[in-house]
């Protein structure tokens, strides 16, 4: 050691600011910790440097030196919900030391001791006299107690609203429910209201007459068909009671309509009510008997008790008039079917049940009736083996609808046969289905002998008829033969006789008596070759070898001489011709139409046996010739003109008279003018004559005869 040098100063000055600055400070820290707020402070590194009492506090815990980025840990610094810890840059303290303003952050304090708080912080970072930053403040308000009685408010204020709410949501709930509960009401009323109002409707437009009566009998409500059917209203009998009517004691019913009352639901039986009889004069029905059947029912309350009772009345008059009416023509039927001698039965059909069948059956099939009672089908055991299955063909067709008509045979039980004729009908409903099979069966045993009996007559007929053909066809052969054969000497001995004839009436050597005798011979020879011929003629027309030689003639002129000819050989008749002048023409065979004309000349002489006119007239008529020959002789019966023109007939006229003929010149009249592509028509009356006319078609005119 050298020395030792001192400064000695005058601090005094110093010395009393070092005092102030030391009073003031104390005064701080003293205000420091007094204060509730908890005031923390850093420098400008970050490390804290102040932490009052109320801070300590706050966290229960001292200060330390430590670091900005541990403080949210250390200091168990939360965000306002307490759950979330601060992170560095969310801490006021650090905030402020960044140079913001920190006003009212909100954060809290949960240290790991200690109750939690919620604290409100302000602070700045702070600055010397250079306005260097030298840290940073933060004061903390414990707003702790407020928040609570904030959150108890806010709490209270909820659970009041939830209360509001929840009463709200009562009210609401019951309001709905009472709507709800007027609706239905309103529903029910209505429906009630439509079911009364149907109700009504259908009592009202029911055509079954329909009473509303009350527990004492009186009516208190009607429908229509109740006025229709009684003829009055309900005000025009206001004193009837129904429990006190009558009539109704009288008809028997009254029992029913008590038990009604007294609460069964049952039917009246049918009766035929007279209104007149309980209130006279009230109806205005034209026709107010009326036959009913009805119904009684009571109506009940909820408590079953009886609050009404309903009468209905069906109208069954026209069922029971129709039902009448039905068995009254049923005993018609029955009376007409037990009376006729057919049988008329009927059977069901569909259960093969007889329905009915008529006495005459035991009488025809000599058994009971009732032997079909079983089995409708059961006559068929008297039913020929042979014939029976056409019976049952004839059943099965009335099944399946068809009509049948079957004869067939039976043998009774005392062994005799008889023969039947059964007609079937099927009875169709109206949708066409068999539902009965009536029929008739008559016992036709007589006819049917009768018919075999005609059979057997017409069998002999044909027999007869086909000999008589051939005795025909033996007789014609006979007669063309004898004809034939005849002819040769015939002609001879007529040939001889006229010889004889002239020679006597040359000679005169022969006495009268001898004169007149060959006369008579050739007359009569003549006679006898025109008969044959006429027979011959027969014979011809049958063998087909009559033929004409054909060439224009004046018919007029054949007439004249033909008359002129014939007047000659007769005394007491008078024939007169009667011609046009001009010439009538046709085309035809001379020697025919000669043959033609004299037999129907010969005809007027013969059938005129007293004499008389007989005239020829021939005239024209549209292109035809017109013969006529009259007579004023016997004339010909009606009914014989169809066959007059037949060979060998003769009229009855002639047959029964003594005028002798072979009814053969008609014949060969009619095939001659036929053959002339004429006709022949004959009108007469019987003892006055007949008119014969003949229709020739004329010839054409030429052009040479023209001119
Ligand atoms: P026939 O004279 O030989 O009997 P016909 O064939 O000439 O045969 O005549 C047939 C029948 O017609 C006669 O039998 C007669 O009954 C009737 N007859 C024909 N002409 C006459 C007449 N002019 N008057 C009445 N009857 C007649």
């Not at 039976?410 to 005799?416: K, S």
């Amino acid at each position: 050691m050298i020395g030792i040098a001192g400064i000695s100063r005058d601090i005094t000055e110093r010395k009393s600011v070092e005092v102030e600055l030391q009073r003031e400070q104390e005064f701080l820290k003293t205000l420091l910790a007094s204060l509730s707020e908890g005031i923390v402070a850093c420098d400008a590194e970050g490390v804290l440097t102040l932490f009052n009492d109320a801070s300590r506090e706050f966290h229960h815990l001292p200060d330390e030196p430590i670091p900005a980025n541990q403080w949210a840990q250390h200091y168990d610094l939360y965000l306002p919900d307490g759950q979330t810890p601060m992170r560095q840059e969310d801490i006021p303290l650090f905030r402020a030391l960044q140079g913001e303003s920190v006003r009212n952050v909100e954060m809290m304090i949960v240290p790991k001791q200690g109750r939690p708080r919620t604290v409100l912080a302000n602070g700045n970072a702070l600055f010397d006299a250079e306005g260097q930053k030298i840290g940073a403040v933060v004061a903390m308000h414990d707003i702790t107690e407020r928040k609570q009685a904030q959150e108890a408010l806010e709490r209270a204020r909820d659970e009041l609203e939830m209360r509001v709410a929840e009463r709200t949501a009562e009210l609401q709930a019951a309001n709905a429910r009472l709507e709800i509960e007027l609706a239905e009401r309103e529903h029910a009323e209505r429906a009630l209201r439509e079911s009364e109002m149907r109700f009504r409707t259908l009592v009202e437009q029911s055509p079954l007459s329909t009473q509303i009566l009350t527990t004492d009998g009186r009516i208190t409500q009607v429908n229509r068909a109740w006025e229709q059917l009684w003829g009055v209203t309900l005000d025009q009998i206001p004193e009837y009671n129904l429990l006190q009517d009558p009539q109704l004691v009288a008809k028997g019913v009254m029992p029913y309509i008590q038990r009604g009352f007294a609460g069964e639901a049952l039917e009246i039986p049918a009766v035929r009510y007279d209104p007149n009889e309980t209130l006279p004069d009230r109806t205005r029905s034209p026709e107010p008997v009326r036959w009913t059947r009805s119904f009684i029912y009571p109506v009940r309350d909820e408590a079953e008790r009886i609050r009404q009772v309903v009468l209905v009345h069906e109208d069954i008059t026209e069922q029971v008039r129709a039902k009448v009416e039905l068995e009254e023509s049923e005993n018609r039927f029955r009376q007409l079917a037990e009376h006729i001698n057919e049988i008329f039965w009927m059977y069901d059909a569909e259960r093969l049940r007889m329905l009915y069948i008529s006495p005459a059956y035991e009488h025809l099939w000599g058994q009971a009736r009732d032997g079909l009672d079983g089995d409708p089908r059961s006559f068929l055991e008297a039913v020929y083996a042979e014939d029976r299955e056409r019976v049952h063909a004839a059943l099965e067709q009335q099944q399946r609808g068809q009509q049948t008509l079957t004869e067939y045979r039976i043998t009774r039980p005392d062994g005799t046969l008889r023969w039947v004729r059964d007609r079937g009908f099927p009875i169709k409903d109206e949708g066409g289905r068999v539902y009965r099979v009536a029929g008739l069966a008559e016992d036709i045993t007589e006819h049917k002998r009768a018919e075999e009996e005609r059979a057997e007559l017409l069998q002999r007929e044909q027999a007869a008829r086909a000999e008589a053909e051939a005795a025909i066809v033996v007789r014609d052969e006979f007669l063309s033969i004898a004809s034939h054969e005849l002819k040769t000497p015939v002609t001879s001995l007529v040939a001889y006789s006229q010889m004889l004839e002239r020679r006597a009436q040359r000679g005169a050597a022969l006495p009268e008596r001898d004169r007149r005798a060959v006369h008579v011979l050739a007359d009569q020879a003549g006679r006898l070759s025109r008969l044959i011929d006429s027979l011959l003629d027969i014979s011809r027309i049958q063998t087909g070898h009559f033929t004409l030689n054909r060439a224009p003639i004046d018919l007029c002129a054949l007439s004249a001489r033909v008359v002129t000819e014939v007047q000659m050989t007769v005394e007491r008749h008078t024939i007169e011709c009667v011609c046009s002048d001009e010439p009538l023409i046709v085309e035809g065979d001379d020697l025919r139409l000669e043959q033609m004309l004299q037999n129907l000349v010969q005809n007027a002489i013969k059938y005129s046996p007293n004499g008389g006119r007989i005239s020829v007239t021939i005239r024209q008529d549209e292109g035809h010739a017109v013969l006529a020959v009259s007579d004023q002789g016997i004339g010909i019966p009606h009914e014989a003109y169809s066959q007059l023109f037949q060979r060998f007939y003769r009229a009855g006229n002639s047959a029964d008279s003594v005028i002798s003929g072979m009814g053969l010149g008609l014949y060969v009249v009619k095939e001659i003018v036929e053959r002339h592509a004429g006709a022949i028509e004959v009108v007469s009356a019987e003892g006055q004559g007949s008119t014969f006319t003949v229709r020739l078609p004329l010839l054409a005119p030429t052009p040479a005869s023209s001119l």
